[in-house]
């Protein structure tokens, strides 16, 4: 059961913009629109920040959005604040056989 | 609240057993998929299994490093799921969450419960 690929480590400075990719096959995050992020800080439980690919759940500020190319889901965080600094990790169905998949997480640090 | 919580975590021999307890509360549990996920220590998330709800017949899916080993059930009269983990490995050494899965995203996770197994 293959991981999705995720860059190991991303950064950037308060204020600018940092995308993290996401990249699966055909069988997954090419074949579902149902790709998923998650956001965990240090020590904590892991939050729901984006789903079918682009919504954002309740209560997530809208600098977080997110989309699909092919087989690659990416995540896009506008206007970094410090409090980004954390774990990120993608997550789709793979089909009947795969089920559920996550990606293997970047770490996001904000300079 | 909408919240889930997890028991049964401890320490573990190579080859034993244990079982994970997830209490639900503040939405309607029997209409839930429940999912469990691991993650070992200073790594990744890593689905572990799921189980459907009655309309679904209960049907359960797991990942390949766990089938054979692993049985999740539920009990919606008391709004708990349950993982029961038999042949434990050193590998499945992880903090275990106990998540909902609403559409197609896990939406209310757990706090996690520790599993070490070592002997």
């Known amino acids: 059961q293959s991981a999705l690929t995720q860059p190991r480590s991303v950064s950037g400075s308060p204020g600018q913009s940092v995308t993290i990719s996401c990249s699966g096959t055909?069988?997954?995050?090419?074949?579902?629109?149902?790709a998923s992020w998650y956001q965990q800080h240090p020590g904590k439980v892991p939050k729901l920040i984006i789903y079918?690919?682009?919504k954002r759940p309740s209560g997530v500020p809208a600098r977080f959005s997110g989309s699909k190319s092919g087989n690659t889901a990416s995540l896009t965080i506008s206007g970094l604040q410090a409090e980004d600094e954390a774990d990120y990790y993608c997550?789709?169905?793979?089909?009947?056989?795969?089920?559920?998949?996550f990606g293997g997480g970047t770490k996001l640090t904000v300079l | 609240e909408m919240q889930l919580v997890e028991s049964g975590g401890g320490l573990v021999q190579p080859g034993g057993s244990l079982k994970l307890s997830c209490a639900a509360s503040?939405?309607?549990?029997?209409?839930?998929?429940i999912h469990w996920v691991r993650q070992a220590s200073g790594k990744g998330l890593e689905w572990v299994g799921r189980i459907r709800d009655k309309p679904d017949n209960y049907a359960t899916a797991y990942a390949a490093s766990v089938k054979g080993r692993f049985t999740i059930s539920r009990d919606d009269s008391k709004n708990m799921a349950y993982l029961q983990m038999n042949s434990l490995k050193t590998d499945d050494t992880a903090v275990y969450y106990c998540?909902?899965?609403?559409?197609?995203?896990?939406?209310?996770w757990g706090q996690g419960t520790m599993v070490t197994v070592s002997s």
């Open positions: 503040g939405f309607t549990f029997r209409a839930s998929l």
């Open positions: 055909s069988s997954d995050i090419g074949a579902y629109n149902y």
């Open positions: 079918d690919v682009n």
């Open positions: 998540v909902r899965r609403l559409f197609n995203a896990f939406d209310i």
């Open positions: 997550c789709t169905y793979g089909g009947s056989y795969i089920l559920w998949v």
